[in-house]
């Protein structure tokens, strides 16, 4: 299958700063990208869905100012999470859609853990 | 709004077994539906895709179907191994969005 990359794979930050996480498409061109969040023990949820050349569209609850996407080229997205704080500490990931294959297919990043103290 | 659920919440079996994985979904406007696996710290690996005119996938020891109309599908592991072990997630598309199930951490004891 396609591989998307993360990087960093973890970070640990002190409250008030700003963190940007990088998700690239390795070997295909995703014109979508999706960010993640996830809680210990709990699923993922979308926060957020990066449409390249267009402004990212946030799910309900996601302050778009706190979580700043970027998605300007089809094989990069970022986000950054602007002033953490340690209730922002989690696990983010990305994940890219695959329109030229068979199946529409989302592929999934390996995480990045962020600790904010 | 689409709601995944999966049971159960955990599962804990001996090496070898057989064992089934559920997962339910309201809405059954879906594209496709996804099951993965994620290891504890990790990001998530894909096992089987059934896209909606499907009605199972297999993969080496997995199997996956899916049944549309009632909202269901299940995750079959033939002879369970400790390797085994880990969260399994299904997942299922919507017009735009793949919403997640709660998951099942599994647990198999050599």
């Known amino acids: 299958g396609a591989v998307v990359s993360q990087h960093p794979s973890w970070v640990i930050c002190k409250s008030g700063t700003s963190v940007k996480i990088e998700c690239r498409s390795l070997d295909f061109q995703a014109t979508t990208m999706f960010w993640y969040r996830q809680f210990p023990k709990q699923s993922l949820m979308l926060m957020a869905t990066s449409n390249e050349g267009s402004k990212a569209t946030y799910e309900q609850g996601v302050e778009k100012d706190k979580f700043l996407i970027n998605h300007a080229s089809l094989t990069l997205s970022t986000l950054t999470v602007t002033s953490a704080h340690p209730e922002d500490s989690s696990f983010y990931i990305c994940?890219?859609?695959?329109?030229?294959?068979?199946?529409?297919?989302?592929?999934f990043g390996p995480g990045t853990r962020l600790t904010v103290l | 709004k689409q709601e995944v659920t999966q049971i159960p919440a955990a599962l804990s079996v001996p090496e070898g077994e057989n064992l089934v994985l559920n997962c339910s979904f309201t809405d059954s406007a879906i594209y496709n539906l996804q099951w993965f696996r994620q290891d504890p710290g990790k990001g998530l690996t894909s096992l089987l895709l059934?896209?909606?005119?499907?009605r199972e996938q297999t993969s080496g020891r997995l199997n996956a179907s899916l049944d549309k109309s009632s909202g269901r599908s299940t995750l079959y592991i033939a002879a369970s191994q400790p390797g085994d072990s880990a969260t399994y997630l299904c997942a299922v598309r919507g017009f735009q969005k793949l919403v997640f199930g709660t998951g099942t951490r599994l647990l198999v004891s050599p």
């Open positions: 059934i896209q909606s005119s499907q």
């Open positions: 994940s890219a859609r695959d329109v030229s294959g068979a199946y529409n297919e989302q592929f």
